[in-house]
Antibody, heavy 117, light 106 residues
Framework: QVQLVQSGTEGKKAGASVKVSCKAS????????IFWVRQAPGQGLEWMGW????????RYLQKFQGRVTMTRDTSINTAYMELSTLRSDDTAVYYC??????????WGQGTLVTVSS | SYELTQPPSVSVSPGQTANITCSGD??????TCWYQQRPGQSPVLVIY???KRPSGIPERFSGSTSGNTATLTISGTQPMDEADYYC?????????FGTGTMLTVL
């Protein structure tokens, strides 16, 4: 069965960076894009970007350009999302999700990132 | 940027039908999917391609699109359906989510 397992909770200081991992299993990792979505406390879902695990090609939402880097390691079926220069409003749960048929059909369990000043 | 509007909340009695709408410019030109998010859990895909249900999603969930509005319909709503629901038109130029609707079953 398809599973996306993310790394654990992170607590960071403002200005630092965080790197979240997303390990995929149960399907061909290089066959589907991985999307990253975040959700601030009590707020809605916000798309951040995606990575094509096969080519490494990425696309980021403009508001994150210059601060976010999405990478992958196909040898261990894992995608990564690194966000730098953290601010307090980056406090959120970060999700990875697998591309489905014009949708996101499987989601990771989420990684809480808390940024303190 | 592309904006999508959902009602902040919808209330329904158990066994009744709930309709959750999602409005956006030229929404009918895109395929829309819907996600259910129960408190403290990850989103779950409940509708894709406007009206298709993934395996394992109950038949009481259905979707439709007309003009600039997509609608998620839950027939015979059950208490377990109480959750936040988000629409997402699939558009390779922007992957915006709707503002979300809290469904209360009471």
């Amino acid at each position: 069965q398809v599973q996306l397992v993310q790394s654990g909770t992170e607590g960071k200081k403002a200005g630092a960076s965080v790197k979240v991992s997303c390990k995929a299993s149960g399907y061909t990792f290089t066959g589907y894009y991985i999307f990253w979505v975040r959700q601030a406390p009590g707020q809605g879902l916000e798309w951040m970007g995606w990575i094509d695990p096969k080519s490494g090609r990425t696309r980021y939402l403009q508001k994150f350009q210059g601060r976010v880097t999405m990478t992958r390691d196909t040898s261990i079926n894992t995608a990564y999302m690194e966000l730098s220069t953290l601010r307090s409003d980056d406090t959120a749960v970060y999700y990875c999700a697998k591309e489905g048929e014009l949708s996101l059909d499987y989601w990771g369990q989420g990684t809480l990132v808390t940024v303190s000043s | 940027s592309y904006e999508l509007t959902q009602p902040p909340s919808v209330s329904v009695s158990p066994g009744q039908t709930a309709n959750i709408t999602c409005s956006g410019d030229k929404l009918g030109d895109k395929y829309t999917c819907w996600y259910q998010q129960r408190p403290g859990q990850s989103p779950v895909l409940v509708i894709y391609y406007d009206d298709k249900r993934p395996s394992g999603i109950p038949e009481r969930f259905s979707g439709s699109t007309s003009g600039n509005t997509a609608t998620l319909t839950i027939s015979g709503t059950q208490p377990m359906d109480e959750a936040d629901y988000y629409c997402q038109p699939w558009d390779s130029s922007s992957y915006v989510f709707g503002t979300g609707t809290m469904l209360t079953v009471l």
